[in-house]
C-alpha cells in the first residue's frame, strides 16, 4: 500500500513538473558548472546549460508570483528562513543570462540582466537586508555629461569618492562573507543547523550577492555605454533592409602596369613619392651641399677682399716710388745735408 501512495505521488508530481527548490536548485547547480568549468563559454555544451538554467529560474519567477511568496507590504522579520533563498532568483538570472553568447542580440541580453540585478537589488533594499545604494537608471548613467556647471562636476567628484568607498567597503565584507558562510554551510547542507543558523547562512548569501550584483552593474553600464554607440541608425536600416538579387559579378584582371599607372601617376599629386628615410637622405645631401656652397662663396669673397687689398697697396708704393723718383730728380745729391760743412 505504500509503495502504491508513493508510486502515485511520484506521476502526480512528474504531471506537475518539478518543485520550486528543485527549480531554484537547478538553476545554482548550472550556474555554477558554468562558472567553474575551463571549457569555453561560447561551446554548445555550455550554451546548453545556460539555456536549461534560464529555463528554470524563469519557471521559478513565475511561480514565485503565482504563490505572492513575497510582497512590499510585510517586514524582513515575516519571512521564514527557508523562504529567503527565494530571493537570490532574479540574481541568479541576471547571472546566467550575461553568460549568453549571441552577439547580434547583445544589446538584448544585457540590458535583460540588468534589469534582473535591479530586482533583486530592490527587493533587498526593500527588505533593508544591506546597507547600499541603488544603482542609477540607464538614463542617468554616472558617465552621462552634466548640463549643471561648476556645481554639476563638484557633485560628480562627490559621487566618484562615495562610489571609491563604497568599492573598498565592498571588498571588505567580501572576505568576512565568505568565511562566515563557510563555516555555516556543512551544517545547513546537511540538515543539523538550527532555524537561527539557517536564517543567518540565507541573509549572508542574500549580502553575497548584493555585492556581485553592484559590480555586475558597474561592468555592464561600461559595455552599454560601447554597444550604444554603434550606429543604431545603420543597424536599424540593416535590419530592415530587404535582401535584393543582385547580378553575378563579371570576373576582371588587373595588369600591374596599368594599376600602378592608376594609383601612382599625375592624377594623384598628394601621394607620397619617397619614404622618410629617403627624405632624410636627401636632405642631408641638400644640406651638406647647402654648406659646401656657403664655405666657397665665403672663401670666394675673402679671397676677393684679400686681392683687393693687395692692388691697393702696390698702388700706394708705385705712388711712394714715383714721387721719390721725381724728387730725387729735381734734388741733387747730398741736398740738405749741411751737418760735414765748414
Known sequence: ??????????????????RLPQLLETGRRLLSEVEDTNESTNSRFIQEKVKQGLESLDKASRMMAQLDLFSSNEDLEEIAS??????LVPALQGALTLKQVNFNHRLEQVQAARAHFVNFLKQCHNYQIAKFELPQTQDNTPGKKSVDGPSGSQQSLV??????????????????????????????ESGRAE???????????LQKWVNISLEEIESIDQELVILK???????????R?????????????????????????????????MTV????????????????????????????DQETKSEEDDEDALHKKRNWDDWKDTHPRGYGNRQNMG
Open 241 to 273: 533592409m530587404v535582401p535584393q538579387n543582385r547580378p553575378p559579378t563579371k570576373p576582371f584582371i588587373l595588369t600591374r602596369d596599368t594599376a600602378q599607372a592608376k594609383v601612382f601617376g599625375s592624377g594623384y599629386p598628394s601621394l607620397a613619392t
Open 1 to 18: 500500500m505504500a509503495e502504491a501512495v508513493a508510486a502515485a505521488t511520484e506521476e502526480e508530481e512528474e504531471v506537475a513538473g518539478p
Open 159 to 188: 559621487a566618484m569618492a562615495s562610489h571609491r568607498q563604497a568599492k573598498i567597503e565592498r571588498y571588505k565584507q567580501k572576505k568576512e562573507l565568505e568565511n562566515k558562510l563557510a563555516s555555516l554551510e556543512s551544517a545547513v
Open 277 to 304: 628615410n629617403e627624405w632624410y637622405e636627401q636632405r642631408q645631401k641638400w644640406d651638406t651641399l647647402k654648406n659646401t656652397t656657403v664655405n666657397a662663396n665665403q672663401e670666394t669673397e675673402q679671397d676677393e
Open 195 to 205: 532555524d537561527e543558523q539557517v536564517r543567518e547562512y540565507y541573509l549572508l548569501h
Open 229 to 239: 554607440a554603434r550606429d543604431p541608425g545603420k543597424q536599424a536600416s540593416t535590419s
Open 82 to 87: 527557508t523562504d529567503l533563498k527565494y530571493l
